[in-house]
T-cell receptor
Framework: GQNIDQPTEMTATEGAIVQINCTYQTSGFNGLFWYQQHAGEAPTFLSYNVLDGLEEKGRFSSFLSRSKGYSYLLLKELQMKDSASYLCAVPRGSKSTFGDGTTLTVKP | DVKVTQSSRYLVKRTGEKVFLECVQDMDHENMFWYRQDPGLGLRLIYFSYDVKMKEKGDIPEGYSVSREKKERFSLILESASTNQTSMYLC??????????????FGQGTRLTVV
């Protein structure tokens, strides 16, 4: 099975950097997704990591360590619009198991 | 612009009613999913379909059924709605990929209230 853990809530200041962690336990590994979900809206895809290391995409980067069962999402130069829930998800076949999400609040 | 469209944004139904939630995608995706999302419980998979007329139970299928008669449409059916089925329902689709996983595209969600 897959157990996925993320912090429930985080708060950061506009312009700062924040790191959202995700740990997982899985019997088979096929990569890890990160999604962003604004309140009342649908999740949207942010990143997919299948190999170890850091992948950068503008202000957002995602890191994966398969041996440690660990990933993080790094958000730089935080903006107010980054206030949202961030979900990590581990694929199992064509399906995915989602973490409960981390609600990030960005304050001025 | 790729789209997954759910038929209703908000729905209020009475206990015992049969409820249909419809989802249509225009990306020619083979895979379609129904999730429910509840505070503190995250996204939980109800049912999954990997092809027309094919379906597979997810983690919480009890009290639900699905129908996939056409590739673009995936319906979730609550046979007899109960108050514990009050939730946000999210439909998603994805392509099977070629030896790797592809991201899911989500609809805007249907907030169902059963009274």
């Amino acid at each position: 099975g897959q157990n996925i853990d993320q912090p429930t809530e985080m708060t950061a200041t506009e312009g700062a950097i924040v790191q959202i962690n995700c740990t997982y336990q899985t019997s088979g590994f096929n990569g890890l997704f990160w999604y962003q979900q604004h309140a009342g809206e649908a999740p949207t895809f942010l990143s997919y990591n299948v190999l170890d290391g850091l992948e950068e995409k503008g202000r957002f980067s995602s890191f994966l360590s398969r041996s440690k069962g660990y990933s993080y999402l790094l958000l730089k130069e935080l903006q107010m619009k980054d206030s949202a829930s961030y979900l990590c998800a581990v694929p199992r076949g064509s399906k995915s198991t989602f973490g409960d999400g981390t609600t990030l609040t960005v304050k001025p | 612009d790729v789209k997954v469209t759910q038929s209703s944004r908000y729905l209020v139904k009475r206990t015992g009613e049969k409820v249909f939630l419809e989802c249509v995608q225009d990306m020619d995706h083979e895979n379609m999913f129904w999730y429910r999302q509840d505070p503190g419980l995250g996204l939980r998979l109800i049912y999954f379909s990997y092809d027309v007329k094919m379906k597979e139970k997810g983690d919480i299928p009890e009290g639900y059924s699905v129908s996939r008669e056409k590739k673009e449409r995936f319906s979730l059916i609550l046979e007899s709605a109960s108050t514990n089925q009050t939730s946000m329902y999210l439909c998603a689709s994805s392509s099977p990929g070629q030896g790797w996983n592809t991201e899911a595209f989500f609809g805007q969600g249907t907030r169902l209230t059963v009274v």
